[in-house]
C-alpha cells in the first residue's frame, strides 16, 4: 500500500510536532483540530488545513489519531465520519492511551469497514514528540505495521511490535504507565519527607540521582518539584487519566494493584484541588496537603 496522504487528527502538545515531523519528511499530511489556530499552525509549516475530520480523512491511505481518550477516537472515526471517509484499504492508527477493550472495539468496528487498525499508544511525552524520539508500541499483523513503518519511524526512534492483536498495544502502555505514576508518586514522597525534617533537597536529589534509589522519573520530575511553576510537559489529570485506565485494566483481568491504586488518589487529590493543568511533578502537593505546614 502507497502512503502519501495522511490524515492527522489532535494537533496538541503532541500531536503538533508529530504531524510536523511528517510534513517535514514528505508526507501530504492534512490535519484536524478543534482549535482553529493549530489548523493555522500545521498549514503554516507546510500541511494542509481541513475544517472537518472529514475533510482531513478523505481518501487517506491512513489516519493517525492522537487525541485524548478513546469516547474522541469513536467520535471522530464514527460520529463524525472520518472512517468512511478514508481509502477503501486504509490504516486506523489509534495513538492515544485507552483501555484495552476501548481498543478492542474500535479496531472491531474499523474491520468491519474493511479497513486495517494499528493499536500504537506512545510513550515520551512533550519532550519526545518534539524530538522524534517517542516510543512506539504497536500491536497488528506483521504485514500491516510493515507498511506503516516509513510513517511511524518519523515519529518514533524505538517502534516495538508487542503483539497481532487489538488491545495488546494498549495492555503494554498500561503497564509502562503503571510504573511511571508509581514511580513519580514515590519520588514525591521521598522529597516530601527530606522537606518535611528540612534536609536541602537538591543535595538529597542529587544524592538519590546517582544512587541504587535512582530511576528515570526521580531524575527527570524530581529537579521540577524543586519548582514553584515548572514547565508542563505532562500534566497530572494525563495521570488521573492513565492511572484509571490501568486500574480498569487491572480489574479485567483480575489482577490487584494496590500501589497504582494509591498512585491514583494522590493524582486525583492533586487535581481536585485545582491543578490538574499543571506538571504531573506537582502531584508532591497531595504530601504537602497531607503533612501540613514545615516544621
Given amino acids: 500500500m502507497a502512503l502519501s496522504r495522511i490524515a492527522f487528527v489532535g494537533l496538541g502538545a503532541m500531536g503538533m510536532p508529530m504531524a510536523r515531523h511528517l510534513v517535514a519528511a514528505g508526507f501530504d499530511v492534512r490535519g484536524y483540530d478543534i482549535r482553529p489556530e493549530s489548523r493555522a499552525a500545521l498549514a503554516a ?26 469516547p474522541q477516537a469513536e467520535d471522530v472515526l464514527f460520529a463524525q465520519g472520518a472512517l468512511d471517509a478514508l481509502a477503501p484499504d486504509a490504516t486506523v492508527v489509534l495513538m492515544a492511551t485507552c483501555p484495552p477493550q476501548a481498543v478492542m472495539d474500535i479496531a472491531a468496528r474499523v474491520a468491519a469497514s474493511g479497513r486495517r487498525f494499528i493499536d ?13 524520539t517517542l516510543t512506539i508500541m504497536a500491536a497488528a499483523p506483521a504485514g500491516v505495521l510493515a507498511a506503516m513503518r516509513p510513517v ?50 537538591a543535595v538529597v536529589l542529587e ?20 519548582e514553584d511553576e515548572p514547565r508542563v510537559t505532562s500534566a497530572v489529570d494525563i495521570f488521573v487519566k492513565d492511572l484509571g485506565i490501568v486500574l480498569e485494566a487491572g480489574r479485567g483481568a483480575k489482577a490487584a494493584l494496590p500501589l497504582a491504586s494509591l498512585a ?5 487529590s492533586t487535581s481536585g484541588r485545582g491543578e490538574g493543568a499543571r506538571d504531573d511533578s506537582q502531584v508532591i502537593g497531595a504530601y504537602r496537603a497531607l503533612n501540613g505546614p514545615q516544621r
Fill in 207 to 226: 544524592i538519590l540521582s546517582g544512587s541504587s534509589a535512582s530511576s528515570w522519573m526521580l531524575r527527570d520530575r524530581g529537579p521540577r518539584m524543586l
Fill in 152 to 201: 511511524l519511524d518519523r515519529l518514533g526512534d524505538k517502534v516495538f511490535h508487542v503483539g497481532t492483536e487489538p488491545g495488546q498495544g494498549a495492555t503494554v502502555k498500561a503497564v509502562n504507565q503503571l510504573l511511571c505514576g508509581v514511580h513519580i508518586a514515590a519520588t514525591a514522597e521521598a522529597l516530601s519527607l527530606a522537606e518535611r525534617v528540612g534536609v536541602d533537597l
Fill in 45 to 70: 509549516a507546510g500541511g494542509g488545513e481541513a475544517g472537518t475530520v472529514r475533510d482531513a480523512a478523505a481518501g487517506a491511505e491512513a489516519i493517525l489519531l492522537m487525541v485524548v481518550n478513546a
Fill in 120 to 132: 500504537a499508544p506512545v510513550s515520551g511525552g512533550v519532550v519526545g514528540a518534539e524530538s522524534a
Fill in 264 to 268: 491514583h488518589q494522590l493524582f486525583l
